[in-house]
């Protein structure tokens, strides 16, 4: 345990004097300590790890890009590593997308999409800045990302400075029509984009709606002249049961955010791709139309080497296999679980499982989920529920057994409540 240690922990309250777990090594869906006691990974050390840690093929591309090039300054420059991810992510992406904008980390990707949207507007003479988003949504921790996410308790301090944005309120079941109709609403306001999370929106809850209904937002957004944003940064990589979620709904939006797992979640890198006509909108002899954004380490050299083993793996390995019995084995784990009374809301979306815990004062800022994490990390599983809301998000490499391990302390952890 880290005790004395002077770190700060990202969404941690060090008051609460919870052990902070000092991990050594990791493989497979496995997290160790220095005494080799393990915990199953069972949310993707949070939503990154895919094909599982330390996979063999993603550590040696890491290995030999470290011998050849480090970092390069991105701005009037380029290398082979990102030349080859842009050309691969060009190949599997659909055929409208044709541009690829490298940054770090999904919420500096979302920036970039919010950027890229006011600046074609701006660029094409038209200025707009209104962002229409989702109730519930979850698009980073920046304070852009912030404006255009749901606001509450881990937002509030910051209030003051976000932007303005118009909700849409979230397609519940039965209320999908009334979703459409606040869009359309909205659309014909002028807006300059729609963010949403595809088919499943993560922080807000695991909240799943259906593909037919991001399939008529978008046709929505495309009728009335508004871009419409991906955020792919969680369901991207296989997560939802197919490669992209917008897959699921035929759906090519104008601007896709990835990342988490676009490294196989190994290093930190994302991609903001957008259509020909937003890139076109800053191409220009005046230097003032420049798309003027830049992180230090954006298409690190390293990092893009470790996307392109990922997409090696897509190529090569069975992936498609691995999330689709993933996928039978949570829904089945879920459905032994689905009747219990204390159960709500069992729902399933490619390899991700979630429900609710029916507790009385389950709110975010319960002591519910602090005493979840502390059970599962007790019980050898790193879980950790969004309030009352529970959720498995293994990588796909996870085995029978170590899955079977998960979701028997989930079942153990409702008996202690
Ligand atoms: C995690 C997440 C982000 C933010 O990504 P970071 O890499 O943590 O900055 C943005 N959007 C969605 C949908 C996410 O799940």
Redesign the pocket.
Known sequence: MADQSPIWHPFTQHGLGDPIPLVTHSEGARLYDADGKYWIDAISS??VTTHGHAHPRIMAAIRAQTERLDQLIFAGWTHEPAETLAAELMRITPDPLTRVFFSD????S?EVALKMALGYWFNIGEPRHRILVLEHS????TIG?MSVGERGVYNRAWQPLLFDVDTIPFPHEGMEQATLDALEAACSQNPAAFIV?PLIL??GGMLIYPAWVLAEMRSICARYGVLFIA?E???GWGRTGTRFACDQAGVIPDIV?L??GLTGGSL?L?VTLCIEPIFQAHWSTDRAKTFYHSSSYTANPIACAAANANLAIWRDEPVQQRIDSLADAQAAHLSLLSHDPRVANPRRLGTIAAFDIVAPDAGYLSDLAPRLIAFYRDHGVLLRPLGNTVYVMPPYCIMEEELAQVWSAVKASLDTL
């Open positions: 949070w939503w980390s999904g919420s500096t979302v979850y698009h980073g921790d990302t999370e993560g922080a955020d940064v969680m369901t955010c990342s988490k930190p994302a």
